[in-house]
Nanobody, 119 residues
């Protein structure tokens, strides 16, 4: 089992920046993909960005060019640098990790961290 702990959420003004971090512990040796999902009130959880163990990345169209995902395999951490934030980015952000055999949306989840973009 993998334990994930997010940090770095908060309140930021439109156009501002925020950095989220996720620390993994436990059975981390077989983590293949780590990713960030978000869920806004009344909406389904959606993939924001993901990164594989060899560094390949995927981004949702709505965040491409504004968000950057990174991963440090030596420290078992993952980060999401968010820039040019918009009110539509307001959501609870969740860290996810899965093995190569897990389908998207499965695996381990963090407890979530709130990001609020508002003036």
């Amino acid at each position: 089992q993998v334990q994930l702990v997010e940090s770095g959420g908060g309140l930021v003004q439109p156009g501002g920046s925020l950095r989220l971090s996720c620390a993994a512990s436990g059975s981390i040796f077989n983590i293949y993909v780590m990713g960030w999902y978000r869920q806004a009130p009344g909406k389904q959880r959606e993939l924001v960005a993901a990164i594989t163990s060899d560094g390949s990345t995927t981004y949702a169209a709505s965040v491409k060019g504004r968000f950057t995902i990174s991963r440090d395999n030596t420290k078992n951490t993952m980060s999401l640098q968010m820039s040019s934030l918009e009110p539509e980015d307001t959501a609870v952000y969740y860290c996810n990790s899965r093995r190569i055999t897990d389908p998207p949306g499965a695996g381990s989840w963090g407890q979530g961290t709130q990001v609020t973009v508002s003036s």
